[in-house]
């Protein structure tokens, strides 16, 4: 039985929570939160889910979770500032770490986490879940086969809504110091995949800007990015769209192939073509709706920890994401095109 301790009993909390009911290897035994009743309610939450009676311990205070013996792995789905401290000191007590997104609001953490998963030989999860979605798995495969031969080109785009009254729900929301950025935070999903699918970046040219004026953080961001296989590759993201969400988007085109899909759900298949493969988007059809990302990148974590196998999510993935939102930042702010490595960066240099 792999025991596991979560910090942070917010929203996101409860998919985790949802996620571990569903395997019997995994037994929730410890919750963190500074609001009492918010982990009372994911206590019974799990209970619901598994439809157990179990002993739950609630700590006030996070670093006790940490420190418990009994407990092997540390879920992570505080606020964005807090992820690399947290993961840092779970690292250095030995316990398998699983981070929500972003992993880090500075490069020199994401490192600090990186060597510490080595020194102590622990598993970290950074939550990309999308990695883990059937079609997007489909995709990387046909991309690994060369399916779509030479890549010239690819874009991503994300039109959300997030309101002002979103920002005025709490302190940390918008803040450079606290949240770090509408990429680090709504983008990072699709820029995660646009490294996954494309390699590599060389460098990239962005610009940002901020219309809802009751925060410092981006609400447009732009970027054109040039890879290192010297495809070229489009960032174009907003929080202003109104009055709801509008979706996701990806698209992907090659010497033999292309690839467009978007949706509310980003399970919509607009526009898919590979020589000679007719039946393509037939077979991309079958698994078109499958959502269960989040217990497939569960149980690959599992795997990684019971039976030493990889998993794709690792901190140094989940860095990759980072490095190349952090170069737009700094693009914008220095006005040029910035190349990769970007050797050291926090989201407070935008201040």
Known sequence: MIRVGLIGCGFIAKKHVKTLSTFEELELKAVSDIDQDKMQEISSLYGV??????SITLYNNYEQLIK?????????????????????????YGKHTIIEKPLALSLNDADEIIQLSKTKNKQVLVCHQLRYRPLLEKIKDLLNKNYFGKLYFSAI????????????????????????GMLLNQGIHLVDLLIWFMGAAHSVYGEIDTKIQNKETEDIATGIITFKNQAKGIIEANTISIPENLGYSLSIFGEKGNICIGGKEFNKIDHCYIENYPNIKEDL???????????????????????????????????KALE?????????RNGKVVSLPVRNFTTTDML
Not at 68 to 92: C, F, G, N, Q, R
Not at 164 to 177: H, R, V
Not at 287 to 300: D, F, G, I, K, Q
């Open 49 to 54: 889910m598994t439809r157990k009676k179990y």
């Open 68 to 92: 418990d013996p009994t407990i092997d792995v540390v879920i992570i789905a505080t606020i964005s500032s807090l992820h690399a401290v947290m993961a840092k000191e779970a690292l250095k």
């Open 157 to 180: 785009s994300l039109r959300l809504n997030r309101s002002f009254d979103y920002y005025n729900s709490s302190t940390w929301k918008g803040t450079w110091e606290k949240d770090g």
């Open 285 to 319: 059809l079958k698994v078109e709706h499958e959502s269960n990302e989040h217990e497939r990148m569960y149980r690959a974590f599992i795997k990684s920890i019971t039976k030493s196998k990889s998993h794709l999510m690792n901190a140094e993935e989940g860095r």
């Open 324 to 332: 190349l939102i952090f170069a737009l930042y700094q693009s914008d």
